[in-house]
């Protein structure tokens, strides 16, 4: 795959590869990995369950150890990089997880400017006010006194879309993003994290089946038993 030259990538994967267990146990998951995200660009990953997609997710969110190849995000090479030089990493990515995530001791809105919380430049006031406008993004905007067990799966995964967004990231990495929402809703969230690529640069990585939102993407990339499928880097043209 050839980059455009004047996008930085923000991702950047050569023979990736990634195993669990040991000895007999031992089983590949991902094999030869080779691929790039740049500054700005909507990425799809499609494949079936169990192919190695959310592993490929963590490793890029620096949620895990690089086991072989080269893996660089934003800028910083993971090939043997400690536990510090992740998280600083990890405090630049928005994470998008099935699971939400979320603290059931906190409101939507306190769950949401735990994100905001990660821009050192904003007072207090100010990341609040950035978590109101990211609930009301998202149509929570009349939610967010409501804790986690009031909130219906859809719409605890509208929150955790809104926690991500607050912090303002340069890489979004989004695991079913829309497989909680009802097809209207999930359109605005696409859409939303569109806007985030075009209006800030921030590139985004989405693993998904969902059908209904394959036209945001500037390509798809489809992943089968670890690999990358030959021909699986499609421009949609859009």
Known sequence: MTETPSLQPVIQARGLCHAYGRGTMRRQVLQSIGFSVASGEIVLLTGPSGCGKTTLLTLIGALRSVQQGELEVLGVPLQSADRERRRRVRRRIGMIFQGHNLLRCLTAEQNVQM????????????????????????????????????????????????????????????????????????????????????????????????????????????????????????????
Request: net charge positive; glycine share 10%.
């Open 115 to 238: 994100g905001a919380d990660l821009l050192p430049t904003l007072a207090y006031g100010e990341r609040r006010a950035v978590a109101r406008q990211w609930l009301r993004a998202v149509g929570l905007g009349d939610h967010l006194r409501q804790f986690p067990h009031d909130l219906s799966g859809g719409q605890k995964q509208r929150v955790a879309i809104a926690r991500a967004l607050a912090a303002r990231p340069r890489l979004l990495l989004a695991d079913e993003p829309t497989a909680a929402l009802d097809g209207r809703t999930g359109r605005e969230v696409v859409e939303l994290l569109r806007r985030l690529a075009r209006d800030q640069g921030c590139g985004v990585l989405m693993v998904t089946h969902d059908p209904r939102i394959l036209d945001v993407a500037d390509r798809l990339v489809t992943m089968e038993d670890g690999r990358l499928m030959p021909g699986a880097l499609r421009q949609t043209g859009r």
